[in-house]
């Protein structure tokens, strides 16, 4: 069974500081991605990770891949109040099957 | 502007009642997909289809149709709407390419009463 975990669920941090999300698969895949989304509105992709040891950085945000532990992270450095929203990731597994987590709702706070 | 339209964004039904969610997209996208968007629960890939008159089965496509018989447009066919789907929907597109990934509609959201 294709399984996608995020953690944590939920995150309330401090704006100034860092966290990690993290996005665990079940069964071999080396296409991921993430996605945002704000409260009542669709999903924004943020990062495409194509192979093993992928690592894309957009501002504060960074994302990396190791399909070897079937790990994804989303690195937060300096959180922002811009930076609140859903995070979620999504795992690739051929034919166009996309499974997505949960999600991660953070929530910086000033 | 390039982007993947739904309508409508919102509809509130009745059980039984045969309703089509339409979604066209205006970047000649092979790739189209429909998910579902519940609590707690993600998303969950309804069908897809991969080009023309090719379409298949997502993750929980009990209760739904869909059909693509151009290119731009992708409805979402709910023969006899049930509770159980009601629900916030999307419809996402790409292109070809390992490396591009959906761009999503606004959302269908749906209620059956």
């Known amino acids: 069974e294709l399984k996608v975990e995020q953690n944590p669920l939920f995150l309330s941090m401090q704006e100034g500081k860092n966290y990690t999300i993290y996005c665990n698969y079940s069964?071999?895949?080396?296409?991921l991605y993430w996605y945002r989304q704000d409260p009542g509105k669709s999903l924004e992709s943020l990062f495409v990770l194509l192979s093993n040891g992928a690592v894309k950085q957009e501002g504060r945000l960074m994302a990396s891949l190791d399909t070897k532990a079937r790990l994804s992270t989303l690195h937060i450095t300096a959180a922002v109040h811009d930076l609140s929203a859903t995070y979620f990731c999504a795992v690739y597994f051929g034919n166009e099957k996309l499974t997505f987590g949960t999600g991660t709702r953070l929530t910086i706070i000033p | 502007e390039a982007q993947v339209t739904q309508n409508p964004r919102y509809l509130i039904t009745v059980t039984g009642k045969k309703l089509t969610v339409t979604c066209s997209q205006n970047?000649?996208?092979?790739?189209m997909s429909w998910y579902r968007q519940d609590p707690g629960l993600g998303l969950r890939q309804i069908y897809y289809s991969m080009n023309v008159e090719v379409t298949d089965k997502g993750d929980v496509p009990e209760g739904y149709k869909v059909s693509r018989k151009e290119k731009r447009n992708f409805p979402l066919i709910l023969e006899s709407p049930s509770p159980n789907q009601t629900s916030l929907y999307f419809c996402?597109?790409?292109?070809?390419?390992?490396?591009?990934?959906?761009?999503f509609g606004s959302g269908t959201r749906l209620t059956v009463v």
């Open positions: 996402a597109s790409r292109s070809t390419g390992e490396g591009y990934g959906y761009t």
């Open positions: 069964t071999t895949s080396d296409r």
């Open positions: 970047m000649n996208h092979e790739y």
